[in-house]
């Protein structure tokens, strides 16, 4: 395995960060903090990739979904520096190949360890100095544990964990739910209807994830249920502010060109629902929320869908 990992805390990394947006420019600062050397990547920026990359011990990143594969190829064409950990924070799904960022980064980098990111961990509270926690998921626990040691401070609380793809899946999931939860309050349906929304949306997660082969205990943790309070109790979440205005009669596209930033939950909603279905599994909050998005229902007609379902038993996924 990498020399880097025998780094202790206090060392000065080397870490490069692609993508220059809210999440990226946070964790460039958390970093800096720790007194590592940071280097920010980005399309918009005059930094050439290959200098960013070069000699990193940390690699992060932090793009939005759509653009994972374009800077996935470019980082394939520069090539990582051969001891790097990739790190990687977007909370999406590929539309075309329908998984993770984390297994593209895998597949397109065999030879490196890979660590997911996720937690609830809203960018601006971050950059007012306000606590949060987060987890480091991989399958090499020595490059979990070593990311862990490079990002925690007083500030920010780095767990580690051994399921990445659950990790991952709790961060994206939880944006459809926090649409749905946007458009809840929006509707003013009160504290009872959110929590049960929450509950059994939370219920939709584990589902897909037991499926997909995840821990489902991971969903109970900062990636899964942490980032689900977080994001669909905050209007600083972009998701959730989609969700809201939705319910208050605004198109998607008006908000999402007003929108500040990436609301990573449509394009998950787009993936998640169709494959979903391919295989059978119930999600009918997710479902309610991907025909809320096409335009074919209201937000309250969506809740009568859902109080008027079948009724069942509670247990079981
Ligand atoms: N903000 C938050 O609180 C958190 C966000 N996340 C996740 O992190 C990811 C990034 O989020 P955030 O920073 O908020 O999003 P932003 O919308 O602020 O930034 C998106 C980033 O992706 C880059 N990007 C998009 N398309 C391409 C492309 N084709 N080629 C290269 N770069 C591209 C943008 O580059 P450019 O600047 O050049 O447009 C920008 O750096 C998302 O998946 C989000 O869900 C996770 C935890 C917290
Ligand atoms: O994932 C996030 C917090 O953990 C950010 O949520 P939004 O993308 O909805 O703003």
């Known amino acids: 395995m990498t020399s ?13 960060i692609i ?9 460039a600062e958390l970093a800096r903090d720790r007194g590592h050397n940071v280097r920010i990547w980005s399309r918009r920026g005059t930094l050439p990739l290959d200098r960013a990359l070069a000699g990193a011990a940390i690699t992060v990143s932090a793009v939005s979904m759509k653009g994972v594969k374009p800077v996935l190829e470019r980082a394939i064409a520069t090539g990582l520096a051969p001891e790097t950990i990739l790190v990687t924070v977007t ?11 984390s297994r593209l980064w895998q597949a397109a980098f065999p030879e490196h360890s890979v660590v997911v990111l996720a937690g609830p961990n809203l960018s601006k509270e971050i950059n007012r100095g306000l606590p949060a926690a987060t987890t480091v998921a991989s399958t090499n626990p020595q490059a979990a544990q070593f990311v862990q040691q490079a990002f925690s401070s007083n500030r920010f609380r780095v767990y580690t964990n051994d399921d990445p793809l ?3 899946l709790g961060g994206t999931l939880k944006n459809v739910l926090a649409i749905a939860a946007g458009a809840c309050d ?7 209807a959110k929590a049960g929304l929450l509950t059994r949306g939370l219920a939709e997660i584990i589902r897909i994830g037991i499926h997909w082969g995840a821990k489902p205990e991971t969903f109970y943790g900062l990636s899964g249920l942490g980032d689900l309070l977080a994001t669909c109790n905050s209007t600083l979440s972009r998701n959730y502010q989609v969700g809201y205005q939705l319910a208050q009669g605004k198109p998607l596209d008006k908000i999402l060109r007003d929108l500040e930033g990436t609301a990573e939950g449509v394009n998950t909603t787009q993936v998640l629902v169709p494959l979903a ?4 599994i119930p999600i009918p909050i997710c479902s309610q929320v991907d025909l809320l998005l096409q335009g074919k229902i209201t937000a309250r007609q969506a809740v009568g869908a859902l109080m008027l379902r079948d009724v069942k038993p509670e247990s079981g996924f």
């Open 91 to 101: 909370k999406g799904l590929d539309p075309s190949d329908r998984i993770t960022p």
């Open 4 to 16: 880097a990992l025998s780094n202790t805390s206090d060392t000065p990394l080397e870490i490069a």
């Open 186 to 192: 929006g509707l003013d349906l009160g504290t009872n």
């Open 19 to 27: 993508g220059g947006g809210v999440w990226g420019q946070t964790l």
């Open 277 to 280: 279905n391919e295989h059978h």
């Open 166 to 168: 659950g990790v991952e």
